[in-house]
């Protein structure tokens, strides 16, 4: 004989199926957020691509051009476009940039040869960049530990991108963001002449820091390192007459993206990037 269905058996049945369709919710919501995930982290990448343009378009205003970006200093040291960026950003000690900086690696007056980022020199200093954005700002040797720098000193500062990882040095930190300047003088863009003087950027500008590789994988290799993929990925299909690259007239950002790699589809930019094959 059947057992009446009781209000505690009610109750008990109506209790399993809200929890059977929450579980479901969140298995939809997790699926969903998993989906649209790398989509928001992008857009975090773009924002913080802002405030280093707006830096680097003060950083023009205050001194007729954009900062420098080829592969060393005067003085022949490895100091690429990405750590002078930053120097035009924030000086070499995140307290702004002196006005007689020559771009060097060792800080120096190029005429004195006498050190300019001390504290007696911050009444002159010239700040493009906002205070709250030093989060993204690390150590070299930060990002990839020590006796992982290569050519550079440990302590030259980098702006970071979003994508944070664990690194050797024990910090939490994403890549560096790749800067190149548009050589005013240039007319050409050649994937098939890459050291050709007369090209609009230069693939050589970060080039030794594409070279560190990945932070605890030395041996990962970066094809943006590729100097065809180089001008490839930069050229602007738009203009159609001639090879031609975007923003020919200013400078270009590259966040290596969520898979810590340059060159490849998902790298973060401040023009439409292009993943195009050899």
Request: charged content about 25%; proline content about 8%.
């Amino acid at each position: 004989m059947r057992q009446p269905v009781t209000r505690r058996h009610a109750v008990a049945a109506i209790w399993l199926l809200l929890f059977v369709a929450t579980m479901l919710f969140l298995v939809f919501a997790f699926l969903a957020y998993m989906e649209v995930a790398p989509f928001i982290r992008d857009i975090r990448q773009r924002a913080a691509l802002v405030p280093i343009e707006d830096g680097a378009e003060l950083f023009a205003n205050a001194f007729g051009r954009y900062p420098p970006s080829d592969a060393n200093d005067m003085t022949g040291l490895p100091y690429c476009g990405a750590m002078k960026l930053v120097e035009a950003l924030v000086g070499q000690d995140l307290q702004g940039f002196h006005p007689k900086s020559g771009f060097r690696a060792d800080g120096l007056d190029p005429t004195t040869l006498v050190p300019l980022y001390t504290p007696d020199t911050l009444g002159v200093r010239h700040r493009a960049f906002p205070p709250a954005q030093n989060a993204y700002i690390f150590k070299l040797v930060d990002v990839f530990g020590k006796g992982n720098t290569g050519p550079f000193r440990d302590d030259i500062l980098v702006i970071c991108d979003i994508f944070e990882r664990r690194r050797p040095s024990g910090k939490k930190t994403g890549m560096p963001v790749l800067y190149y300047r548009a050589n005013p003088s240039g007319t050409r863009h050649d994937p098939n002449n890459p050291n050709d003087p007369n090209n609009i950027y230069d693939y050589r500008d970060n080039l030794a820091l594409l070279n560190l590789g990945i932070p605890g994988d030395p041996d990962a290799t970066h094809s943006l390192a590729d100097p065809k993929r180089f001008y490839l990925n930069t050229r602007n299909d738009r203009i159609r007459e001639t090879s031609r690259p975007y923003r020919a007239d200013s400078y270009i950002l590259i966040s290596a993206g969520h898979d810590r790699l340059y060159g490849t589809a998902d790298d973060i930019c401040n023009f439409e990037w292009k993943y195009r094959e050899r």
